[in-house]
């Protein structure tokens, strides 16, 4: 029985990124208590990989004025993973509030610079215009 070269490509193709290291960061966003994506510097002051939520104060715009004038804190913690944007108001989705064992995270999007593709990424150029990332 002949066997496809198909089957043997997704297998060769997995095993080349686990032999050479490629990977890729999930990441570390600071949300409000809807899970909305906020301004990193909310978070600035929370422990990494931290559970605790922390409040915002009138200082850092962190919450808001009810009609009877009273300030209401909005609540921020780190998002670990999961789908969802990075712009400020961005909802995310499908991640937890704390750090999983043996994943890694980064702020932003997560990409990690590394692997083949860097091998263009620092050299000079030999041309007027280069590519925006």
Do not use: W
């Not at 962190?62 to 909005?74: A, M, S």
């Not at 995270?105 to 925006?132: Q, W």
């Amino acid at each position: 029985m002949r066997r496809s070269a198909h089957v043997f490509a997704p297998l060769l193709a997995a095993t080349a990124v686990a032999l050479t290291g490629c990977h890729h960061a999930e990441p570390q966003r600071c949300v409000d208590e809807q899970n909305h994506v906020v301004d990193p510097k909310f978070c600035a002051n929370l422990p990494p990989g931290g559970g605790q939520p922390v409040a915002g104060n009138m200082g850092n715009g962190g919450g808001y004025y009810g009609t009877n004038g009273i300030f209401f804190p909005h609540i921020y913690r780190y998002y670990y993973g999961g789908g969802g944007g990075f712009a400020p108001g961005a909802i995310v989705s499908g991640g937890t509030y704390l750090p999983l064992a043996g994943h890694s995270y980064a702020v932003g999007n997560g990409t990690s610079r590394g692997g083949f593709g860097s091998l263009f990424s620092s050299g000079s150029s030999s041309g007027g215009d280069s590519a925006g990332e």
